[in-house]
């Protein structure tokens, strides 16, 4: 280190080494971090002035260390600094990267930030291959080896959005002895049930993800790829590849999903054993998360053996409540109690924190103790087929079909004669044939304004969200006993299990869960679908970093034709309602009183 910068960095095999002071911190540009295998992966270190040890805040993925948010996803860039102008405030924005901390608001409270390229990307050579086992040891390994540098007081912490979230809970697995924390920032933890295989049924997000957002950021690039807008560095450097040579250096990540139906070994290996998650958490979850973080950050919470944890659930888009000041505040109480030591408040804070959402973007603080609210008072809503309702009271026997690809069939309850309020898991029990072996099931919860409105929210990404989600493929329809509860139906998708067309079949449902508080005058309803949620008042987003516009879904769809061909999936699929068949909605009704 301390060498001076090679005068033009685009040289084949040049390593970018340099220490200087910018902006009052110390910059550690490109250090080497050896891994077990020989592969030597690229860090760069923002620490404070004046020596001594700091506590460190680590972060480790695919994005390009050197890559400016502004540059690399510049219509999320604008939409944070138009919506929430604070998450910029207080820094020259010169140093901020998609998804992880801004150093300029963490050093000078006497934080040391890495930023690590994971293997295959930026600055790192490798293969290329997210969320594997091998990248989750060399997290590990990076975890370790900033646990011991001079710099350091050897607590480390994983803080972060969305991938910086996934890999903290794999890497938690693995108990690195420096690991002291960790802040996962809307983060996923289920490979197969929140990632790729929404109840059984192939979401093409994680395809489509890594074509936008992490092959063009593979190391190798070299002078194809961006270059850093501090120093000019080349992002994705220092060598330059020939296509097929990049080719041969990563997975064929949509297909190998793609050929793993069922939640077998390539997807376990991906996922977390909650029982060897020890370390302190802070689990922030996004009620507009549907379709890939919000499930694991609440199962997190409450199935990760950390006697020390806590969940936090807001509202808003995916990447700004990170960067806000409430979302700073929030990290900074948590990192500064357990690793610096400080008196922050921390040991004082309830285990649960949620924003209550109601209509109109409207979010209100409150504290409760637990995940579901014991109080909660689980209510069905039976679906009555002939009036096309959902209703607490009996209902008749009869049936409803629909073209099993098509809208299907929504059920309405009475407007409320009283503000009630919604808030956790939700589960669906449905009673169906299928003129077919199969049938998908698409099960969206809405909100209806008196004048008979759809009451959408701004999700994590999709600005026209529903209130709740749920998926499952009907030959997916086998329950884990074990691990189902009423509220979250629990499915191994280890097997499938045809119809016989004609064949009346029960589904329990997992919904994911939700917060609404219903004013008076509307009314809840269900949609039962074949095919994803389209909102019906148009006006879609499309952000830069996206391959679709966003039409109520957001990126998680379920359109891959390989997935759903219409010979299997596109007869007539049949809702019945006898004694023997019972279709309803359960869900958790908060009492008034108590909120």
Not at 292 to 306: P, Q, T, Y
Not at 345 to 360: E, K, M, T
Not at 490 to 493: Q, W
């Given at each position: 280190?301390n060498?001076a910068?090679p005068?033009d960095?685009?040289a084949e095999?040049?390593?970018?080494?340099l220490?200087?002071?910018?902006?009052g911190m110390?910059?550690?540009?490109d250090?080497p971090?050896?891994?077990?295998?020989?592969?030597?992966?690229?860090?760069?270190?923002f620490?404070?002035r004046?020596?001594?040890?700091?506590p460190?805040?680590?972060s480790?993925?695919p994005y390009?260390k050197?890559?400016s948010f502004?540059?690399?996803?510049?219509?999320?860039?604008?939409?944070?600094a138009?919506?929430h102008?604070?998450?910029?405030?207080g820094?020259?924005?010169k140093?901020q990267?998609?998804?992880?901390?801004?150093?300029?608001?963490?050093?000078?409270?006497?934080?040391?930030?890495?930023?690590?390229?994971?293997r295959?990307?930026?600055?790192?050579?490798?293969?290329?291959d997210p969320?594997?086992?091998?990248?989750?040891?060399?997290?590990a390994q990076c975890?370790?080896?900033?646990?011991?540098?001079?710099?350091s007081?050897?607590?480390?912490g994983?803080?972060?959005?969305?991938y910086?979230?996934?890999?903290?809970w794999?890497?938690?697995?693995?108990?690195p002895?420096?690991?002291?924390a960790?802040?996962?920032?809307?983060?996923?933890?289920d490979?197969?049930?929140?990632?790729?295989?929404?109840?059984?049924?192939?979401c093409t997000?994680q395809?489509?993800?890594?074509?936008m957002q992490?092959?063009p950021l593979?190391?190798?690039?070299?002078v194809?790829?961006?270059?850093s807008?501090?120093?000019?560095?080349?992002?994705?450097?220092?060598?330059t590849l020939?296509?097929?040579?990049?080719?041969?250096?990563?997975c064929?990540?949509?297909?190998?999903?793609?050929?793993?139906?069922?939640?077998?070994?390539?997807?376990?290996?991906?996922s977390?054993?909650?029982?060897r998650v020890?370390v302190?958490?802070?689990s922030?979850a996004?009620?507009?998360?549907?379709g890939?973080?919000?499930?694991?950050?609440?199962?997190?919470?409450?199935?990760?053996?950390?006697k020390?944890k806590?969940?936090?659930?807001?509202?808003?888009?995916?990447w700004?409540g990170f960067?806000?000041?409430?979302?700073?505040?929030?990290q900074?109480?948590?990192?500064?109690?357990?690793?610096k030591?400080?008196?922050t408040?921390?040991?004082?804070?309830?285990?649960?924190?949620?924003?209550?959402?109601?209509?109109?973007e409207?979010?209100?603080?409150?504290?409760?103790?637990e995940w579901?609210?014991?109080?909660?008072?689980w209510?069905?809503?039976n679906?009555?087929?002939?009036?096309?309702?959902l209703t607490e009271?009996?209902?008749?026997?009869?049936?409803?079909a629909?073209?099993?690809?098509?809208?299907?069939?929504?059920?309405?309850?009475?407007?409320?004669?009283?503000?009630?309020?919604?808030?956790?898991?939700i589960?669906?029990?449905?009673a169906?044939?299928?003129s077919t072996?199969?049938?998908?099931?698409?099960?969206?919860v809405?909100?209806?304004?008196?004048?008979g409105?759809?009451?959408?929210?701004?999700?994590?990404?999709?600005?026209?969200?529903?209130i709740?989600?749920?998926?499952?493929?009907?030959?997916h329809?086998?329950?884990d006993p074990a691990?189902?509860?009423?509220?979250r139906p629990?499915?191994?998708?280890d097997?499938?299990?045809?119809?016989?067309?004609?064949?009346?079949?029960?589904?329990?449902?997992?919904?994911w869960?939700?917060?609404?508080v219903?004013?008076r005058?509307?009314?809840?309803?269900?949609?039962?679908?074949g095919?994803?949620?389209?909102y019906?008042g148009?006006?879609?987003?499309?952000?830069s970093?996206?391959?679709?516009?966003?039409?109520?879904?957001?990126?998680?769809l379920?359109?891959?034709p390989?997935?759903?061909?219409p010979?299997?999936?596109?007869?007539?699929?049949?809702i019945?309602?006898?004694?023997d068949?019972?279709?309803?909605?359960?869900?958790?009704?908060?009492?008034p009183?108590?909120?």
């Open positions: 280190m060498k910068a005068t960095d685009v095999g040049t390593a970018w080494e220490t200087e002071v910018r902006d110390i910059i550690d540009w250090v971090i050896r891994m077990d295998d020989g592969i030597v992966l690229r860090a760069d270190v620490r404070p004046g020596g001594g040890t700091h460190v805040i680590l480790y993925g390009g050197w890559l502004q540059e690399g996803y510049s219509t999320a860039w604008e939409i944070m138009r919506v102008p604070d998450a910029l405030a820094s020259s924005d140093y990267s998609w998804e992880v901390a801004d150093p300029e608001k963490w050093v000078p409270d006497g934080y040391a930030l890495v930023r690590v390229d994971s295959g990307a930026g600055r790192s050579p490798g293969f290329l969320f594997c086992p091998r990248e989750t040891a060399d997290l975890i370790e080896w900033a646990g011991v540098q001079p710099w007081n050897g607590k480390v994983l803080n972060g959005i969305s910086y979230a996934i890999n903290a794999q890497v938690a697995v693995l108990q002895p420096h690991l002291a960790i802040c996962a920032w809307e983060g996923a933890s490979w197969y049930r929140e990632k790729n295989h929404h109840g059984g049924i192939l997000f395809a489509n993800w890594y074509d992490v092959k593979q190391h190798g690039h070299g194809r790829g961006a270059r807008p501090i120093h000019g560095g080349l992002v994705c450097g220092p060598e020939p296509e097929e040579e990049l080719a041969r250096l990563r064929d990540f949509g297909e190998e999903i793609f050929s793993h139906p069922l939640d077998d070994t390539y997807h376990r290996a991906r977390v054993d909650w029982s020890v302190p958490l802070l922030a996004n009620w507009g998360g549907n890939l973080h919000l499930r694991g950050n609440i199962e997190g919470f409450v199935n990760a053996a950390s020390q806590w969940l936090e659930v807001h509202g808003g888009h995916h700004t960067y806000t000041d409430y979302g700073v505040a929030l900074k109480r948590f990192f500064g109690h357990f690793l030591g400080e008196d408040g921390w040991s004082r804070q309830p285990a649960v924190q949620l924003q209550i959402r109601a209509p109109a409207k979010f209100t603080l409150r504290h409760e103790s579901p609210l014991d109080r909660a008072k209510t069905r809503y679906l009555d087929l002939p009036r096309r309702a009271r009996g209902t008749a026997s009869g049936t409803v629909f073209e099993a690809l098509d809208e299907g069939v929504r059920f309405l309850a009475e407007p409320a004669t009283e503000e009630f309020e919604i808030t956790g898991p589960a669906a029990r449905l169906i044939s299928s072996t199969d049938a998908d099931l698409f099960l969206i809405q909100l209806f304004d008196p004048d409105k759809e009451v959408i929210f701004q999700g994590a990404l999709d600005p026209n969200t529903p709740a989600q749920g998926w499952l493929r009907a030959s329809r086998k329950l691990r189902s509860l009423p509220w629990f499915h191994p998708h097997e499938r299990r045809p119809l016989q067309p004609g064949e009346i079949v029960s589904l329990d449902i997992e919904i869960p939700t917060c609404i219903v004013p005058g509307y009314r809840i309803g269900l949609w039962v679908r095919k994803d949620y389209v019906e148009g006006n879609a987003l499309k952000l970093n996206m391959k679709n516009a966003f039409n109520g879904c957001g990126p998680f379920h359109d891959d390989r997935d759903r061909p010979e299997l999936f596109g007869g007539i699929t049949t019945h309602a006898s004694l068949h019972e279709n309803f909605l359960l869900l958790p009704l908060v009492p009183t108590s909120r």
